[in-house]
């Protein structure tokens, strides 16, 4: 079992940043790929970018590829997403999941859950 808790999200301009972080418990999160994905009201959760459970691949959404930046510390149970030059469009809450095998861009695929920070970015 896999328990994730986001935090770091907020209310910024545009052009600004934000690191999310996502701290997990239990022991196989080392042994986890972890993904970053987002949710707009009334849509489903979109793929914003995850990493393999050594940190070795990383794989963006193309409208996330050279602003945001993905990383984990297997060593403090923790991952990150750096979202930088942020507009009004990544206005969403955001959510951090992790599975035991690869990345996939499918929310189905994945195990485990937080319960999501709210990012929103003014104009």
């Known amino acids: 079992q896999v328990q994730l808790v986001e935090s770091g999200g907020g209310l910024v301009q545009a052009g600004a940043s934000l690191r999310l972080s996502c701290v997990a418990s239990g022991s196989s999160f080392k042994q986890n790929a972890v993904g970053w994905f987002r949710k707009d009201p009334g849509t489903e959760r979109e793929f914003v970018a995850g990493?393999?459970?050594?940190?070795?691949?990383?794989y963006y959404a193309d409208s996330y590829k050279g602003r945001f930046t993905i990383s984990r510390d297997n060593a403090k149970n923790m991952a990150y997403l750096q979202m930088d030059s942020l507009t009004p469009e990544d206005t969403a809450v955001y959510y951090c999941?992790?599975?035991?095998?690869?990345?996939?861009?499918?929310?189905?695929?994945?195990?485990?859950w937080g319960q999501g920070t709210q990012v929103t970015v003014s104009a």
């Open positions: 990493i393999s459970w050594n940190g070795g691949d990383t």
């Open positions: 999941a992790a599975r035991f095998a690869t990345i996939v861009v499918v929310p189905a695929l994945w195990d485990y």
